[in-house]
C-alpha cells in the first residue's frame, strides 16, 4: 500500500511516518511546506528508506498536489498539515483560513481528480482519511459528558472553526461526489519531537533551564491526554481498516487538569534532573499563572468506545507510563530540540500571557 501523508514532518504526520515505515511494508510520500514546526530531522530514523519520499509541497499549491498524485500514484491520503495552534491562531488567524480551510479543499479537489481517473477497483480501495481535533466540539464545562462521535460541534477558536470548517468540506466530497473519506477526531497529543510552543515540552525545556513555568488562568482546564505513538497506530488502523463515512474519536481516557500535568512535569524532573539551576530550591516554585487566553474551553474528553469496539484499538500508554517516556525522550534527545531553538522561537507561550 502506497500512503500520501500531508504534513508528515510535524508532530503527529512524524509520528504517522515512522510508525508505518518501522512496522509495515507500506510506503510513504510525505508532502509537507516545513513551517516553522515542520522538522525532517524528526524522520532521520526511517528517511533513508527506500520505502519513504519526501516532497516538499504546499497543499495550497493545487499544481503541485496534481503532480505529486500523478507521479506517485497513492491508494490513500492521511491528511494532516494544518496550523495547529490556538495561541498563534488567535494572534494571526488568517494562515489558520488558508492552510485549514483552503489547502483542505485543494487536497480534496486533487485527490478527486486523481481518483476519477482510477479503475472501479482502484477507486474501491482509494480512501482519503482527514485528522481533525477534538477541539472542534467546543467545551464540556459543567458536565460529566464525553465527546462522542455524534457532538455537536461548536467551536471557540479562529483554529478550532478553521479544522470544523475543514471536516465539514470533507463529509460534502463525499456525501455530494462519492469520495472515499473517513473523519478522526482526537484529544490532545503528547510525546516524542513535540515543538515546544506546547504545554508539555514547554514546561519540561523551562524547568530544566530554571525559566518561569507559564500557566494559563488557574490551570484547572481539563485535558484528556493521548500519546503521540498510540495515536499514530490509531490512525494506521482508521486509514487500513475503517469505513468509509465513518468518523471515529481517538482518546487517551486521561483526563488531566494542565496545572496536574505541570506538576507531573515537575515530580519527574525531581527524580531525574534532580541538580536544579542555581537559586531553585523545587522545581514547582518556578510555577507562574499568567492571564488566560480569551476563549479558553475548560474541558474537553473524549469516547473513544467506537474505535475500540469497532476496530479493536485502545492506548497502551497511560498518562503516567507516557509522560515519564516524555521528559526522558526530552532530557535525552537535547540536540533536537537545541536546534528547534536557533530558529525564531523561544520558549514562550503565545497569545494573551502577560
Known amino acids: 500500500m502506497k500512503l500520501l501523508v500531508t504534513g508528515g514532518a510535524g508532530f503527529i504526520g512524524s509520528a504517522v511516518v515512522r510508525h508505518i515505515i518501522s512496522s509495515t511494508d507500506d510506503e510513504v510520500i510525505n508532502v509537507d511546506k516545513l513551517t516553522y514546526a515542520g522538522n525532517l530531522e524528526s524522520l532521520l530514523d526511517v528517511s533513508s528508506s527506500e520505502r519513504y519520499v519526501f516532497e516538499q509541497v504546499d497543499i495550497c499549491d493545487r499544481a503541485e498536489l496534481d503532480r505529486v498524485f500523478?507521479?506517485?500514484?497513492?491508494?490513500?491520503?492521511?491528511?494532516?498539515?494544518?496550523?495547529?495552534?490556538?495561541?498563534?491562531?488567535?494572534?494571526?488567524?488568517?494562515?489558520?483560513?488558508?492552510?485549514?480551510?483552503?489547502?483542505?479543499?485543494?487536497?480534496?479537489?486533487?485527490?478527486?481528480?486523481y481518483w476519477g481517473q482510477l479503475d472501479e477497483v482502484g477507486k474501491s480501495k482509494f480512501r482519503f482519511h482527514h485528522i481533525s481535533t477534538?477541539?472542534?466540539?467546543?467545551?464540556?464545562?459543567?458536565?460529566d459528558d464525553l465527546f462522542t462521535e455524534d457532538t455537536s460541534y461548536e467551536p471557540s477558536s479562529p483554529y478550532s472553526a478553521s479544522k470544523a470548517s475543514s471536516d465539514h468540506l470533507v463529509r460534502a466530497w463525499l456525501r455530494t461526489y462519492g469520495l472515499p473519506t473517513?473523519?478522526?477526531?482526537?484529544?490532545?497529543?503528547?510525546?516524542?519531537?513535540?515543538?515546544?510552543?506546547?504545554?508539555?515540552?514547554?514546561?519540561?525545556?523551562?524547568?530544566?533551564?530554571?525559566?518561569?513555568?507559564?500557566?494559563?488562568?488557574?490551570?484547572?482546564?481539563?485535558?484528556?491526554?493521548?500519546f503521540v505513538e498510540d495515536h499514530a497506530r490509531a490512525l494506521y488502523k482508521v486509514v487500513t481498516e475503517g469505513k468509509v463515512g465513518e468518523t471515529y474519536n481517538i482518546?487517551?481516557?486521561n483526563e488531566k487538569a494542565n496545572i496536574e500535568v505541570v506538576k507531573t512535569i515537575c515530580s519527574l524532573l525531581e527524580e531525574l534532573v534532580p541538580n536544579k539551576p542555581e537559586g531553585i530550591g523545587r522545581y514547582e516554585e518556578l510555577i507562574t499563572y499568567v492571564?488566560?487566553?480569551?476563549?479558553?474551553?475548560?474541558?474537553?474528553?473524549?469516547?473513544?468506545?467506537?474505535?475500540?469496539?469497532e476496530l479493536g484499538w485502545k492506548p497502551e500508554e497511560t498518562f503516567e507510563s507516557g509522560i515519564r517516556k516524555t521528559v526522558e525522550w526530552y532530557l535525552g534527545n537535547?540536540?533536537?530540540?537545541?536546534?528547534?531553538?536557533?530558529?525564531?522561537?523561544?520558549?514562550?507561550?503565545?497569545g494573551a500571557g502577560e
Not at 488567524?93 to 485549514?100: D, G, K, L, R, V
Request: charged share 25%; with cysteine; hydrophobic share 35%.
Open 251 to 253: 482518546g487517551g481516557h
Open 134 to 143: 477534538d477541539e472542534v466540539y467546543g467545551d464540556l464545562e459543567g458536565t
Open 182 to 226: 473517513i473523519v478522526t477526531n482526537c484529544s490532545n497529543n503528547y510525546g516524542p519531537y513535540h515543538f515546544p510552543e506546547k504545554l508539555i515540552p514547554l514546561m519540561i525545556l523551562n524547568a530544566v533551564d530554571g525559566k518561569p513555568l507559564p500557566i494559563y488562568g488557574d490551570g484547572m482546564q481539563i485535558r484528556d491526554w493521548l
Open 291 to 309: 492571564k488566560d487566553r480569551p476563549g479558553h474551553d475548560v474541558r474537553y474528553a473524549i469516547d473513544a468506545s467506537k474505535i475500540e469496539r
Open 70 to 113: 500523478s507521479e506517485h500514484k497513492p491508494d490513500a491520503v492521511m491528511h494532516l498539515a494544518a496550523e495547529s495552534h490556538v495561541d498563534r491562531s488567535i494572534d494571526g488567524p488568517s494562515a489558520f483560513m488558508e492552510t485549514n480551510i483552503i489547502g483542505t479543499y485543494n487536497l480534496l479537489e486533487a485527490a478527486r481528480s
Open 334 to 350: 537535547s540536540k533536537w530540540w537545541q536546534r528547534v531553538l536557533d530558529g525564531s522561537y523561544s520558549l514562550e507561550r503565545l
